[in-house]
């Protein structure tokens, strides 16, 4: 069990700019999170997966962000034409059912 | 939306003192977890505890899910459990997503 691994952990890119984040959950996990940090605030969530099935997606996640789970196993984070609301820490989460959500490190966005 | 409320929102402790911490959240639910997010902006899951008493060490938990909260019990404090403390709720029902609590930062001193 190696955890749940992000990758990059920082990026910084210019507004207007695309960026992609990758996440690989702990291997059996079925269920993967994608959440968004700012300072002094808690993780909001964006969207879950279970399997390759985008469940659920929140009214935050504009037209911009797009998320895929390509086989069921890693996922992918887009967001297009970044603005400087973007900047934030984007942290992938991994479960079973019923079980403990267990979070990567994140990926800090800085746009400038 | 449900609302997921934390209290105290700081606090400040001397090592080897003990405290509680204290999650209100306004609808039932189904799933309720207590996570550390350390300085470094890891966060670490500490309980998952929809319901009932559960112990790891220095830590507890209770959760009271008829009447809409939980507690986490940290005794024997260290400089290692600053940070802040987050509890997160899947509200019962069609959903699976958490929602994390406005958090209680916690500072303990040598």
């Known amino acids: 069990d190696t955890g749940v691994s992000q990758d990059p952990r920082h990026k910084i890119t210019k507004r207007g700019q695309n960026v992609t984040f990758r996440c690989d959950p702990i291997?059996?996990?079925?269920?993967l999170y994608w959440y968004r940090q700012t300072l002094g605030q808690g993780p909001e969530f964006l969207t879950y997966?279970?399997?390759?099935?985008?469940?659920?997606k929140s009214r935050l996640l504009s037209d911009r962000f797009s998320a895929e789970r390509p086989k069921g196993s890693f996922s992918t984070l887009e967001i297009q034409r970044t603005e400087q609301g973007d900047s934030a820490m984007y942290l992938c989460?991994?479960?079973?059912?019923?079980?403990?959500?267990?979070f990567g490190n994140g990926t800090r966005l800085t746009v400038t | 939306g449900i609302q997921v409320e934390q209290s105290p929102p700081d606090l400040i402790l001397q090592e080897g003192a003990n405290s509680t911490l204290r999650c209100n959240f306004s609808?039932?639910?189904?799933?309720l977890q207590w996570f550390h997010q350390n300085p470094w902006g890891q966060l670490i899951n500490l309980f998952y505890?929809?319901?009932g008493t559960k112990q790891n060490g220095r830590l507890s938990a209770t959760t009271v899910a008829t009447e809409r909260y939980s507690l986490l019990y940290i005794s024997s404090s260290q400089t290692t459990d600053s940070g802040v403390y987050f509890c997160?709720?899947?509200?019962?029902?069609?959903?699976?997503?958490?929602?994390f609590g406005t958090g209680t930062l916690l500072a303990v001193q040598p």
């Open positions: 989460a991994s479960s079973l059912y019923n079980s403990p959500l267990h």
């Open positions: 291997s059996e996990h079925n269920r």
């Open positions: 997966f279970q399997n390759e099935a985008q469940l659920e």
């Open positions: 609808d039932s639910v189904n799933n």
């Open positions: 505890i929809p319901s």
């Open positions: 997160a709720v899947e509200r019962g029902g069609a959903t699976n997503k958490l929602i």
